[in-house]
C-alpha cells in the first residue's frame, strides 16, 4: 500500500516542533525533576516520534492521534519535552478538523470523559486540590485542542454550505436568465410572423395572380395591392426592429394592437382578397361599455384573428369569411370560420407555423384553442378556428 504523501505546512510543523524540542533539551530544560526512566536521552524518543505523527497530521489524521497518543503516555515516564506535549494538542485539533465526520464527533466527547475521568480519579486517590490542577491540565492537552477543532470544522461546514448556496442561486438565477431569453425569443418570433405573414400572403397571392392573367387592369390593380402592402410590411418590420435596437428605455413603448382595430383588419383582408372570392364580415357580439379586457387578452385575440385571416387568404377557397366575437364576464370567445376545401388558382405556400403561435398564445393565458374542419349543417364543411380567452386577469394561486 502506498503512504500518502504528507501536506507541506504539517512538515514545516514537525520540523518546528523538532528543532524546539531539540533546543529545550539540550538547554536541559524538562517538565519533571523525577522520572521512572532516568537517561537523559530517553525524552528525545517520544519527541522524534511525536514529530513523525505531525507529518501525517493531515493525511492520516486517526493514525497520529493513535501514535501521538500512546507517545504522550510514554513521555510521562521520562523526564518530558514541553514540545512533545504541544504537538500532541495539535494531533489532536487536526483529527477534528481533517478527520471523518464521525471521528469529528466522537472525539471531543471521548477527550471530556478521558479528562472528567482523570480528574475524579486523582481526586479519589490525592484527596487534595493537586488533582484538580491534575485535571485541568489533562483538559488543556486534549479536550480543549478536541472542541477548538470541533468549532472551526463546523464554521468551515457553515461556510461551505453557504459558497455552494450562492453558487445553486446564481446558476438558478442563470437558467431563469436563459429561460426569459428563450422565451422573450419566442414571443419576438410570434410578433414578427403575425405581422408580417399577412402582408406577404397578399403579395404572393397578387403577384401570381399578376404573372397567370394577362390582363393590364387586373395586373395593375394586382400591383397596386402589392405595393401597398409591401409597404404596410416594411414599416411594422421597421418598428419591432428599432424596439429590438432601442436599449436606452427613454422611448415611450409602442402601442399593442387591440380589438379596436379589427375593423381596419377585416377591411384589409376584404381588399386583398376580392381577386380570390372571398367575402369578409365581422359580426362583435361584445357589450359597448363592459369592462375592459386585460391587454394581454386583447392582444392575443387580435393576433388570433389576424393569423386566422391571412390562413383563409392563403388556403381558402372562394366563399365568406366570417369573424365572431363574444364575451360573457369570464371569457372571450374568438371564432373565425372560412371555406374548406381545395383551392383553385393561385396560393401561397405555408408552414404551420401560424396554428402553433395561435396555439401558444391561448396556452399561455390559460385558454382553449381548437382549429380544424367542422360540419356546417348543409353536408359541407367549413374551417373553424375557436379561442376561449379568459376576460380577467388570474392571480396566482397562494
Known sequence: MRLPRPHRVDLLIAAGGLAFGLLLWGFGMVVKTEALIETRWAPLVPLLVMTAAETVRRSLPRTALLVGTLTVVANEFTYGNVLTILMFTDVVYAAVVYGTPASARRIPYTTGLITVGITIGFLVWWQNAYALLIGVASGIVCFLPA????VVRNHRQAAEAARLRAEQTALLAEMDRTQAVVAERARMARELHDMVANHLSAIAIHSTAALSLDDPDTTRRALGVIRENSVAGLDEMRRLIGLLRDSSGDAEPAAAPTLAGLDALVAQARTNGTSSGLTFALDDG??????PLPAPVELAAYRIVQESLTNALKHAPAGPVVVRLARDDRVLTVRVTSPFGDRPGPRAPGSGAGLVGMRERVALLGGEFEAGPVPN???????????VLPAEERTPEA
Open 377 to 387: 349543417g348543409d353536408g359541407t364543411k367549413i374551417w373553424q378556428v375557436r379561442a
Open 286 to 291: 361584445r357589450e359597448d361599455g363592459g369592462e
Open 147 to 150: 472542541l477548538t477543532g470541533a
